[in-house]
Every structure is written in structure tokens, then in C-alpha cells.
């Protein structure tokens, strides 16, 4: 079992920028950010997998940056020129089921835990 809990969230303007945390209850490699706005489906933002690759939705490369701290257990998401398209519920994912192919890792049913999410609103 992984606890997850999320912080860092919070009202910006556009163009402002956010730090996301996600710590871990325990070592886990495999991890990601989702998001969910209201009225939609939850979506992959970035994923980090166990050799340090990472894997970014179009919405977000170039603007948004995955990292992890193993010797702390906390995953980050460094959020950089927000958009009020970036409005949404950010969630950490852990642990990978199965035999996950990368370009499966932004795919929400390919892990098995969540923490509760952090709000990020951001205002135009």
C-alpha cells in the first residue's frame, strides 16, 4: 500500500507559476501527474518512469517539468506560464500495473494509487 498526498496548489494569474508536491509513504519509481477539470475526464500531464524518462501531454511540453527526490519519496511539478486551460484538480499516481508499455503511462488506468489532489486555479 502507497499513500499519496499532494500540495502546492493554488490560485495564480496567467502566465504565474506553481511548484506541485507529491510525497510517497514509501520508495515507489514509476509516478505521474494527472488532472481532472471539472466536467471532464482525468487526463495525464507528466509521468516519470524508473530510469528517469519522462513523458509530457502536448498540452503542457515545454511549460511544465516532472522530477522526483527518491531520498525523500516526493514527486514534483514544476508548473511554468499557466493558463486558465490549466484550471483543474492535480492528482499523483503511483506504481504501474503490470507490464505497462511507456507510451502507456499517461493512460489514468495503468496505476494503482492516487492521493486526493490539490487545486490549481489559474485566473486570465
Known amino acids: 500500500q502507497v499513500t499519496l498526498v499532494e500540495s502546492g496548489g493554488g490560485s495564480v494569474q496567467s502566465g504565474g507559476s506553481l511548484r506541485l508536491s507529491c510525497e510517497a509513504s514509501t520508495h515507489t519509481y514509476s509516478m505521474g501527474w494527472f488532472r481532472q477539470a471539472p466536467g471532464k475526464e482525468r487526463e495525464g500531464v507528466a509521468t516519470?518512469?524508473?530510469?528517469?524518462?519522462?513523458k509530457y501531454a502536448d498540452s503542457v511540453k515545454g511549460r511544465f517539468n516532472i522530477s522526483q527526490d527518491v531520498t525523500k519519496n516526493t514527486l514534483y511539478l514544476e508548473m511554468n506560464s499557466l493558463k486558465p486551460e490549466d484550471t483543474a484538480m492535480y492528482y499523483c499516481a503511483a506504481q504501474l500495473i503490470g507490464s505497462t508499455l511507456f507510451d502507456e503511462t499517461l493512460d489514468k488506468s495503468k496505476y494503482r494509487y492516487w492521493g486526493q489532489g490539490t487545486q490549481v486555479t489559474v485566473s486570465s
Open positions: 516519470i518512469v524508473s530510469d528517469g524518462t519522462e
